[in-house]
């Protein structure tokens, strides 16, 4: 048997002990885990077609009534020569992406804030290596039948280590090579208080740096970009869900993007 289908038969396996565990649980502070706005500690494992995954998240007082926060932190894609099950020939078993967020959510009007850390380890044409921090301004708007919105809008700056420059040189260490604008939405479509879909669309676009930064950021002459994510979740309990992640873009298909299912438990 190989090891990936030891991963995928092992993830029903947490779901039970979790499920097990949580009929210990106190339910007086648990948390709506399809609200994307929602703060609370976390764990969450997954298997993709890109490797493994791994989610970390711990909420902590800000200090300011009534706005909650919580600091999330993400490993993704290792294992994935071994465990992952998509048939390009480029994986490998080390980590992928480090992805770290800060988020803080005003519960008088539903408006949030997110600081937002993304750093990629496999090189590309920009740069060895590369990562982008953004902030962004997120507002709950009201429901509308079975639908929540949450758009969203921000800016951000693309770093990298041994950056390319304009002239074909090589930027030693790391730098910033440019910055960008984003802006999306959130979307939520609850078919049963147990099941429940997300489409979040984003589109992103350089505002200045290096010409090859500004005219190459997200491929050979692309300075922007239109991204999705569709996300379907199934609640067990109030605690513990699991969910179908695909992300894709404009120059990606859905097939050929990255996929993963995932469990999460609110501790």
């Given at each position: 048997m190989k090891l990936k289908h030891v991963v995928l038969i092992f993830l029903p396996f947490l779901c039970t002990n979790l499920l097990a565990q949580e009929s210990k649980a106190d339910d007086k502070e648990i948390q709506d885990m399809s609200d994307p706005l929602a703060v609370y500690t976390q764990m969450g494992v997954g298997t993709a077609n890109k490797g493994l995954f791994l989610k970390i998240g711990k909420s902590y007082d800000p200090g300011k009534p009534k706005v909650m926060a919580m600091n999330v932190f993400e490993v993704h894609g290792f294992f994935g020569e071994s465990l992952g099950w998509d048939s390009k020939d480029n994986q490998d078993n080390s980590i992928d992406s480090l992805r770290f967020r800060n988020f803080k959510v005003d519960m008088t009007n539903g408006r949030g804030s997110q600081i937002d850390i993304n750093y990629k380890f496999d090189a590309n044409h920009l740069a060895k290596q590369t990562g982008d921090a953004s902030y962004s301004i997120i507002q709950a708007l009201p429901k509308m039948s079975i639908f929540n919105l949450y758009p969203l809008a921000g800016l951000g700056a693309s770093f990298g280590q041994d950056v390319l420059e304009d002239d074909g040189s090589i930027d030693s260490g790391y730098s910033v090579n440019g910055t960008f604008g984003l802006i999306g939405m959130y979307g939520k479509m609850t078919i049963t208080d147990k099941?429940?879909?997300?489409?979040?669309?984003?589109?992103?676009?350089?505002?200045?740096?290096s010409n090859i930064y500004k005219d190459h950021a997200y491929g050979e002459n692309n300075s922007s970009l239109f991204t999705h994510e569709f996300i379907a979740s199934y609640q067990f309990t109030p605690r513990l869900n699991v969910r179908y992640f695909a992300n894709w873009n404009e120059d990606v298909d859905f097939s050929d993007g990255s996929?993963?299912?995932?469990?999460?438990?609110?501790?």
């Open positions: 099941l429940w879909l997300n489409y979040n669309p984003f589109w992103l676009t350089t505002f200045s740096g996929h993963r299912i995932e469990v999460n438990y609110q501790l």
